[in-house]
C-alpha cells in the first residue's frame, strides 16, 4: 500500500469492538515504536501495554473516558533520565520527549492501521491522573495514550476527517529572501 494511501485510511476510532488484538499484530505496532526516529537516537520512550480486563485498565479507565472500549491501551511516556536536552534551548529546559513520544506512537498508528486496525490518539486528560492511577515512576512523563484494536462494526471517520487545508496554507519558500 501506498504511504499516501495508508495515511488518509487512519482516522479516530472512538467505538471499539470487544475482539482482541492478536500478539502477533500487537508485536508489529511495538517494533514501529522500536524503529521511530528519536532525537539524538535517546529512545527515551517507554510504551505501557494495558489489556482491557486488567486491574491496570480499570485504573486507567478511571483517569480517563478516551478509551471507548478499547482492547488494548498503550501509554506513550518519556524517561526524563533519557531524553534529549537541546543545550542551545537550556533557557527554556526544552527536551525532545514529547516530540519522540509523537513520532513513536504516530509509527505505531500508521503501522496498526496497515494491519486492519482501529486506533485514536488520546490526549483529553491530565497528565497527573494518569500517572498517579498507573503509579508510574517518578522520572516518567505521560505524553498521549494510544487506544488500539478493531473499529466496531458501522464506526466510520468523523465528517471533519476529510477536512485538509492545501498546501499554500501552512508551506511557504523563503528561497525569494533577501538578505
Known sequence: M??????KRRFSVRSFAPAAVEDDK???VLEARRIAPTAANK???????????????DRLCSATSMIYGAP???????????????????????TSGD?????????????????????????GFDARDIHEALELDDALEVSCIIDVGYAAEGCTASPHHEIRFDLE??????SDISR
Open 2 to 7: 501506498a504511504f499516501l494511501e495508508l495515511a
Open 26 to 28: 500487537l508485536t508489529l
Open 43 to 57: 529512545q527515551p520512550q517507554r510504551i505501557f501495554v494495558i489489556h482491557a480486563g486488567s486491574e491496570a485498565m
Open 72 to 94: 488494548v491501551a498503550l501509554v506513550v511516556c518519556w524517561d526524563t533520565e533519557a531524553v534529549w536536552h537541546n543545550k542551545r534551548e537550556a533557557w527554556r529546559r526544552y
Open 99 to 123: 516530540m519522540d513520544c509523537s513520532i513513536v506512537a504516530t509509527h505505531m498508528m500508521l503501522q496498526a492501521t496497515e494491519l486492519g486496525l482501529g486506533t485514536l490518539w488520546v490526549r
Open 169 to 174: 496554507h501552512s508551506v511557504s519558500a523563503l
